[in-house]
């Protein structure tokens, strides 16, 4: 089966632009201290974000470097848009993780979501101008 590259990428930009909205909607709530309702949509973003990292960010990836650019700038700017992605991914977990007491918190979990908002932040915006660069070729 062959994968349309493009496709993949018009898709997940779609979930990401949904999942912008659902986590600022979040980011909002707990501002609002309203936790219940933040952690409930925050327990749907997540792995969603995982589904669309393995449904469609990968063999989007794989597409890409299949047929490697000649610059090595745009490489280098989607290995940090990876990077930032799986930081985001890793804080995430962890922060649930200690929500469900599995793990004892090491630092203040304000600053760690505030760090995971941070990165994912990047992170979109980075991916927003890699799709930009990638496709509007």
């Given at each position: 089966?062959?994968?349309?590259?493009?496709?993949?990428?018009?898709?997940?930009?779609?979930?990401?632009l949904v999942l912008a909205v659902a986590l600022l909607f979040a980011f909002?709530?707990?501002?609002?201290?309203?936790?219940?309702?933040?952690?409930?949509?925050?327990?749907?973003?997540?792995?969603?974000?995982?589904?669309?990292?393995?449904?469609?960010?990968?063999?989007?990836?794989?597409?890409?470097?299949?047929?490697?650019?000649?610059?090595?700038?745009?490489?280098?700017?989607?290995?940090?848009?990876?990077?930032?992605?799986?930081?985001?991914?890793?804080?995430?977990?962890?922060?649930?993780?200690?929500?469900?007491?599995?793990?004892?918190?090491?630092?203040?979990?304000?600053?760690?979501?505030?760090?995971?908002?941070?990165?994912?932040?990047?992170?979109?915006?980075?991916?927003?101008?890699?799709?930009?660069?990638?496709?509007?070729?």
């Amino acid at each position: 089966m062959i994968i349309d590259v493009r496709l993949l990428a018009e898709l997940n930009l779609i979930v990401q632009l949904v999942l912008a909205v659902a986590l600022l909607f979040a980011f909002r709530l707990a501002l609002a201290r309203d936790f219940k309702r933040h952690c409930a949509l925050m327990r749907f973003a997540v792995p969603v974000q995982i589904l669309a990292i393995l449904g469609v960010m990968l063999p989007s990836m794989y597409g890409y470097f299949r047929n490697p650019s000649t610059d090595p700038l745009l490489d280098f700017e989607i290995l940090i848009h990876h990077t930032l992605g799986l930081m985001v991914v890793a804080l995430w977990t962890y922060i649930n993780l200690i929500f469900m007491n599995i793990l004892k918190p090491k630092v203040r979990l304000k600053i760690m979501m505030r760090l995971a908002l941070g990165c994912w932040a990047a992170s979109m915006v980075l991916g927003l101008y890699l799709y930009w660069a990638v496709y509007s070729v």
